[in-house]
């Protein structure tokens, strides 16, 4: 997508065929290219060809031209592009490599995210590079993105495979885009009835509907879809805390079956454990709790005086356990 960016050292803007020979002096530098997921080029004539073939009115894919603005020389390209199946924006970007050290990519991609967020609701930004290079990986930490997992991607030719990480940074958002999102702001605000506790990497809250009694939610801290979106420590901690959690509700409960569903799809695409005490014969076939129609009926939101009742059992055991 076109745009037109000043930040304090950099101007951004479309590239053009005619930027063909700027761009030739990093795309055809086997520097540059080392990490690179394209081949090498030999020609600027070839860089012209792929400038020409670029789609600079796609609204998922922000590639622009780097210019120093002291100079006005094009000294780089680079941007985001949307990634539906991980609900996110991948970063990518080449400089001349005599510009290097500088900071012009974190202030190039901070500027652009700032954009594209005012334009779309971005929920997280990823990075994909070479293990060995390492001064993209400084890029993404001072990006505020961290290390997810390891994983490897290959040249477009086919020519060369890199061991390579995956960093990712997720966005809170909006209560209009993410309910969760927005219960927790509320839980934030002191606002929310519902709130039992505040563990490390989650908000323990009552279900607003007590159709199946101690009907607990952990609402995650992080906006995210996928346990796989999580940093390793983040994630461990994330299922120690639902455990702890489910424990405490059995405890306080005595139910004769925990069930446990992490859930997070349309407004509330943003991961939360539904943990649910079963008793023998609470639903009238046997199966899981959706199938029930009136779970969210009004008769089973509690009064003031249950709600605390069921908040002062669960954390008398959530005590016990932390």
């Known amino acids: 997508m076109k745009v037109y960016i000043e930040t304090e050292h950099l101007i951004l803007r479309p590239l053009e065929p005619d930027d063909a020979e700027a761009a030739f002096r990093w795309c055809g530098d086997p520097a540059v290219n080392r990490y690179m997921i394209y081949p090498l080029y030999h020609r600027a004539e070839d860089v012209r060809t792929w400038l020409e073939s670029r789609n600079p009115d796609d609204p998922d894919s922000y590639d622009e031209g780097i210019v120093l603005k002291e100079t006005g020389e094009l000294i780089g390209s680079g941007g985001l592009h949307r990634v539906p199946e991980r609900n996110a924006w991948e970063i990518g970007y080449n400089l001349r490599a005599d510009q290097w050290g500088h900071g012009y990519a974190v202030e190039m991609l901070n500027a652009l995210i700032e954009h594209i967020r005012k334009e779309h609701p971005v929920e997280a930004i990823d990075g994909i590079f070479a293990a060995a290079n390492h001064k993209s990986q400084r890029v993404m930490e001072k990006m505020g993105m961290s290390f997810v997992r390891d994983t490897s991607f290959d040249r477009l030719d086919g020519s060369e495979t890199f061991p390579a990480k995956y960093y990712r940074r997720n966005f809170t958002q909006p209560a209009d885009r993410c309910l969760v999102c927005g219960r927790i702001e509320e839980t934030l605000r002191g606002e929310n009835p519902y709130f039992v506790r ?29 346990l796989s979106q999580l940093t390793p420590e983040f994630r461990a901690a994330f299922l120690r805390d639902m455990a702890v959690t489910a424990e405490a509700v059995e405890n306080a409960f005595r139910p004769d079956k925990m069930n446990y569903e992490l859930l997070g799809v349309g ?56």
């Open 198 to 226: 505040e563990l490390e990497t989650g908000y323990v809250v009552l279900g607003d509907y007590q159709r199946f009694e101690g009907y607990t939610l952990l609402l995650c801290k992080e906006h995210a879809t996928e």
């Open 267 to 322: 407004k509330c695409r943003h991961m939360h454990w539904h943990l649910f005490p079963r008793r023998q014969g609470d639903t009238p076939k046997p199966g899981p709790v959706w199938r029930v129609t009136d779970m969210n009926d009004e008769c089973w939101r509690p009064s003031p005086e249950k709600l605390e009742e069921l908040k002062q059992k669960l954390n008398r055991e959530l005590d016990k356990l932390l």
